[in-house]
């Protein structure tokens, strides 16, 4: 069974950085599209960005783009998120996913989810 461990989260000021990592095991990392999504409090859970297979083809939610950065690294395993310019609006418990081939924004396409891991942006 195919594991995701996520790490990275934590308290940050408006303005401020994070960057999630998400290692990948019991699986051949590299026939995953890989994406992340969150859920604020009271909210459904959103689409972040996604990742193809080879990592050369990404997409982004509007709202994260210019400031969300998504890559990986295929020899280690791991999917990582660089999240810049932080907003209080951002607070939200973050998942990264894993799906076979074709990379997809849609969360029910994705069969295997890691644990999340809070977010919290201070104004």
């Known amino acids: 069974q195919v594991q995701l461990v996520e790490s990275g989260g934590g308290l940050v000021q408006a303005g401020g950085s994070l960057r999630f990592s998400c290692v990948v095991s019991?699986?051949?990392?590299?026939?995953?599209?890989m994406g992340w999504f969150r859920q604020a409090p009271g909210k459904e859970r959103e689409f972040v960005a996604c990742?193809?297979?080879?990592?050369?083809?990404?997409y982004y939610a509007d709202s994260m783009k210019g400031r969300f950065t998504i890559s990986r690294d295929n020899a280690k395993n791991t999917v990582y998120l660089q999240m810049d310019s932080l907003k209080p609006e951002d607070t939200a418990v973050y998942y990264c996913?894993?799906?076979?081939?074709?990379?997809?924004?849609?969360?029910?396409?994705?069969?295997?989810w890691g644990q999340g891991t809070q977010v919290t942006v201070s104004s």
């Open positions: 019991r699986g051949t990392f590299s026939t995953y599209a």
């Open positions: 996913a894993a799906r076979l081939w074709s990379v997809s924004t849609t969360d029910a396409d994705y069969t295997h």
């Open positions: 990742i193809s297979r080879s990592g050369g083809t990404t």
